[in-house]
């Protein structure tokens, strides 16, 4: 489902509640041009007004998220990624706090695998 760009990072933050002990969430980035979302939508499909506005031969980013049941997607202007950017790392690192640490290797092990 295709979204704005509030709607999306909302809806970004519910997807990782969801799936913070029993799911992943993967979040891609993909540059495409506005004529690409033309073709890829279905028949009778009517274009935002922001995505109308952009079809000036701006790339744009298609930024899509899903945890393999639940997917969501927006498009970004070029003039605007940089300020979503921060926007979705800020949403991301918020989410961050499920993340495993990295067991470290002792010393020991270290200079044992020096040696040989």
């Known amino acids: 489902m295709r979204l704005e760009h509030d709607g999306f990072l909302h809806q970004l933050g519910k997807l990782y509640e969801a799936s913070r002990d029993t799911h992943s969430v993967w ?61 979705l790392m800020t949403v991301m690192r918020a989410n961050a706090d499920g993340l495993k640490k990295k067991p470290k290797a002792s010393k020991k092990a270290k200079l044992s695998l020096v040696e040989q």
């Open 27 to 87: 979040v891609t980035l993909k540059r495409v041009e506005a004529a690409a979302l033309e073709k890829s939508k279905p028949k009778g499909a009517r274009a935002p007004a922001d995505e109308l506005a952009a079809a000036s031969g701006q790339p744009q980013c298609l930024v899509r998220a899903t945890n393999g049941k639940r997917k969501i997607s927006c498009v970004v202007d070029a003039p605007q990624i940089a300020r979503f950017q921060l926007e």
